[in-house]
């Protein structure tokens, strides 16, 4: 929008001139004359206005405009006020009456001239506004007409305005548009408008209609009442997209996005907006059969894509329920994801949701093997804020995973927080999460990684758990474990020959933990047949902005311990194509 701010910040602008107001009798006259020394396209930080002229009056405690010349954009506006039939006339029975009218007429301008972005092209419109008994009927019609010239000619991805319309009256506070027109080569916008500006109550309906898409909506909304249906469809959106990104302004930002697909949705309200709106009910349904998202503009491929989505929305602010059934591919992997969730707005700067059902199934693109996820219970989450505090907290929850092998297992959590507190300049941060991890077969993990234990001499029904602990406030402080909860494993033995041997383990554990900059790292192998092994390390990382980040000369210490007898196991530690005979006794110290 065009502002006083925006007007002070075009950097290309030089303005100079005058104005004067003087006594004429009972009134007063004004008289304004100003130049643009540098004149430009708005949109490249100039004004496109190089000069301007204007007399105004003030009478009976309102300022009337007598004449105005402007220049610019490659043309003119002129404008002609009339009081009682006479120009510049007051203080006369029609100035008495308060009977005026307004006629200004724009002849050349070029919106190019105006915005880069729009087309060259020819604008030239009448405006007349005239005092009725009824209020200040106006009728403002604008035409194009398509131009050649040393400007250039008119290419085709500029978005060229044929036409603009306005029809209305204003009777305070009553604002009324009968007819409003927008129309480009290949896009209509078109409908009426009433709007009450001391309360803005507003009714009216708007049709748009633009390559690939059609939107409409109706209705009326005011402070305690309201009623009213949108509904948007999209036939194509690569089409649609591609018009957006040629109009000026924030749909700018869609250049170098490809989207592919179609879509619609279906909105309806009823109530008033009274109590910021708690009231008031709405409905929304939005169907997504397709909906590719491309970055690359050569890209076939797409980075994104969207299937078969479904989203049901109803209630009010206060409480709101949504409903989410959706397919995702991405980086050739594929979700399927149906959720039921509500939430709302309570108190000021309060809100509060709850996430009834949620299930994500997962799968890579080609393959029949699935790996579902699925909330075990309701969780609830609440963000509060004020001026100085932010605060986010999840309740305790639980997933259940389970894959295309035997077993299930479940990631449980307690309640976790966030909050951030700004004290002048400072921001401080604090959060904290703790959970556990319990019955995970090792052969997920070989799935997951797409590596074979077969291969490395090993089989079994080992199973892991494990828990975490993570903080930060004054400290960050984090430890997580991962160990054997059950099972065990069968490996080669020395040889080929050997038949099969049960490890026998006893205890398997990996600790990690942090302390500020300290890390360190702990792993422990106990067994029966296929020895003990005891491995330490830690080192020192500086933190940046809540974040380890990694120095190549960060100081490193450790020590091993390890009796390992000569089983196939151990064949994994050596180089590729080796394999380890004999046992292995080591003690060492890295400082």
């Known amino acids: 929008g065009v502002t006083s701010q925006s007007i002070a910040q075009a950097s290309r602008t030089l ?36 000069a301007l002229q204007a007399q105004v009056v003030f009478d009976k405690g309102n300022w009337l405009l007598q004449t105005l010349h402007a220049q610019g954009a490659g043309g003119a506006l002129q404008a002609r006020g009339e009081v009682g039939g006479e120009v510049g006339a007051v203080g006369d029975a029609a100035s008495a009456a308060g009977a005026w009218k307004l006629t200004a007429n724009a002849r050349h301008i070029n ?12 604008l030239n419109g009448e405006l007349t506004a005239a005092q009725t008994p009824a209020g200040i009927r106006f009728d403002a019609q604008l035409q194009g007409t398509l131009a050649k010239g040393p400007q250039g000619p008119h290419k085709p991805q500029d978005l060229r305005l044929q036409a603009a319309q306005v029809r209305g009256l204003w009777r305070a506070p009553t604002l009324q548009l009968d007819s409003v027109l927008l129309q480009t080569a290949d896009a209509t916008a078109q409908g009426r408008l009433t709007v009450q500006t001391q309360n803005f109550a507003t009714e009216g309906n708007l049709d748009v209609r633009l390559p690939g898409l059609q939107s409409t909506v109706s209705g009326q909304l005011s402070e305690l009442a309201g009623k009213g249906t949108l509904q948007l469809t999209v036939s194509d959106a690569a089409l649609a997209a591609q018009w957006l990104a040629r109009v000026p302004g924030d749909p700018a930002r869609l250049e170098g996005l490809r989207i592919q697909g179609r879509g619609d949705l279906l909105a309806q309200w009823n109530g008033g907006w009274h109590q910021q709106g708690r009231a008031l009910q709405l409905q929304a349904q939005l169907r997504i059969p397709r909906l590719d998202m491309l970055r ?8 994104l894509a969207i299937r078969d989505t479904q989203l049901a929305l109803s209630g009010t602010l206060a409480s709101m329920d949504l409903q989410v059934d959706t397919k995702i591919h991405a980086a050739h992997q594929q979700l399927a994801v149906q959720s039921r969730m509500q939430g709302g707005q309570g108190a000021e700067g309060q809100w509060q949701g ?16 699935t790996w579902t996820a699925r909330l075990t219970q309701a969780v609830q989450v609440a963000l509060t804020r004020d001026a100085t505090r932010k605060t986010l907290v999840v309740s305790a929850g639980a997933l259940g995973l389970t894959g295309p092998l035997s077993g299930a297992a479940e990631l449980q959590w307690q309640a976790a927080q966030w909050s951030s507190v700004v004290s002048g300049k400072a921001v401080q941060t604090a959060w904290s999460t703790r959970g556990s991890l319990r019955d995970l077969p090792v052969g997920w993990l070989e799935r997951i990684g ?9 089989r079994g029904d080992l199973v892991l758990g494990g828990q975490w602990d ?25 040889d080929a020959q050997t038949a099969a ?13 942090a302390h500020n900059e300290n890390l360190g790292a702990t792993l422990i192998w106990d067994s029966l047949r296929a020895g003990q092994l005891n491995a330490t390390a830690s080192t020192r990382l500086p933190i940046k902005d809540g974040r380890w980040v990694w120095d190549p000369d960060a100081p490193l210490a450790g020590t091993l311990s390890a009796s390992l007898p000569p089983v ?3 064949s994994v530690l050596a180089p590729p194509g080796w394999r380890l005979s004999g046992s292995v006794e080591s003690d060492a110290v890295l400082s």
């Open 501 to 513: 041997l049960s490890a026998g383990l006893r205890d398997v554990r990996l600790v990690l933990a």
């Open 15 to 50: 303005l100079s001139g005058k104005a004067s107001v003087v006594p004429a009798g009972v009134t007063w006259r004004g008289t304004v004359a100003a130049t643009n020394a540098i004149s430009g396209p708005w949109n490249t930080g100039a004004l496109p206005l190089q």
């Open 568 to 570: 196939g196991l151990w």
């Open 354 to 369: 709850r996430i009834d059902f949620a299930t994500i199934t997962a799968r890579e693109a080609g393959s029949a093997e």
């Open 111 to 122: 919106p190019h001239a105006v915005d880069t972005r729009l087309a060259v092209d020819t």
């Open 470 to 494: 993570a903080s930060s406030a004054q400290d960050l402080n984090l430890r997580v474990v991962l160990e054997r909860t059950g099972g065990d494993l069968r490996m080669l033995g020395p």
């Open 450 to 458: 797409n590596t074979q234990l077969a291969n490395l001499g090993l």
């Open 296 to 303: 690359d503009p050569k890209a076939t491929d797409p980075a």
